[in-house]
């Protein structure tokens, strides 16, 4: 069946503008985590959904960042006012279960570039 | 906060050979560490998983092995092939401040395999 798919693939935008980044998680997936991966690093944890419980947003790195979810489906990850620093892969992946043993699948990322 | 730490950070072995990639954590109530590979360009995929009542786990060529009094756990991959090159990253559930569970990934061990 269909992966985890993110649009845009690729993004170039302004310092100081907004960028919308899109998740579409596997069908039944309960859970969503977005990620952070600069060039050459590790995965950096930014939001956790679970299902229909308020979501965990102790991973993002500041009130610029904001994602939201509608029901078990789709998430946009919003950064406004984008920085330089803001340069890197954002990647999405979703579980079948909310605890951390379900297996992570994970979409093809969206490279983000703030010129 | 909790953290995750792998080494080393490179790797370069002669086909054929073994390769040995070694974590450490420090939330004693980790239970699940799993390890993903992540290919040039391409998404991380999970290749092999342990839990906290499992010693070792084998799978083909690569296998895990968890110590939970010393809190590491490595992974270990025999007779390397081309193909096994790749960024591979390792994980431990942890309970953040909030009482959410959690994946908290290390920084990654670039493996390189010398025809």
């Known amino acids: 069946g269909a992966g985890v798919s993110q649009s845009p693939s690729n993004k170039v935008t302004e310092k100081g503008k907004d960028v919308e980044l899109r998740c579409d998680p596997i069908s039944g997936h309960t859970a969503l985590y977005w990620y952070r991966q600069r060039l050459g690093q590790g995965l950096e944890f930014l939001i956790y959904f679970q299902g229909n419980s308020a979501p965990d947003k102790s991973g993002l790195p500041s009130d610029r960042f904001s994602a939201e979810r509608t029901g078990e489906s789709v998430s946009t990850l919003t950064i406004q006012r984008t920085q330089q620093e803001d340069s890197a892969v954002y990647l999405c992946?979703?579980?079948?279960?909310?605890?951390?043993?379900?297996?992570?699948?994970f979409g093809p990322g969206t490279r983000l570039t703030v010129t | 906060g909790e953290n995750v730490e792998q080494h080393p950070s490179t790797l370069s072995v002669q086909e054929g050979d073994s390769a040995v990639i070694k974590c450490t954590y420090s939330?004693?109530?980790?239970?699940?560490f799993p390890w993903y590979k992540q290919e040039l360009g391409k998404r991380p995929q999970l290749i092999i998983d342990?839990?906290?009542?499992?010693g070792e786990k084998k799978d083909q060529r690569i296998a895990v092995t968890l110590n939970k009094t010393a809190k590491h756990f490595s992974l270990h991959i025999t007779e390397t092939q081309p193909e096994d090159s790749a960024v591979y990253f390792c994980?431990?559930?942890?309970?953040?401040?909030?009482?959410?569970?959690?994946?908290?990934f290390g920084t990654g061990t670039r493996l390189t395999i010398i025809p």
């Open positions: 992946a979703s579980s079948f279960g909310t605890k951390p043993s379900y297996e992570q699948y």
């Open positions: 939330d004693s109530a980790s239970n699940y």
């Open positions: 342990i839990r906290s009542n499992v």
């Open positions: 994980a431990a559930s942890i309970y953040d401040n909030f009482g959410n569970e959690k994946l908290t």
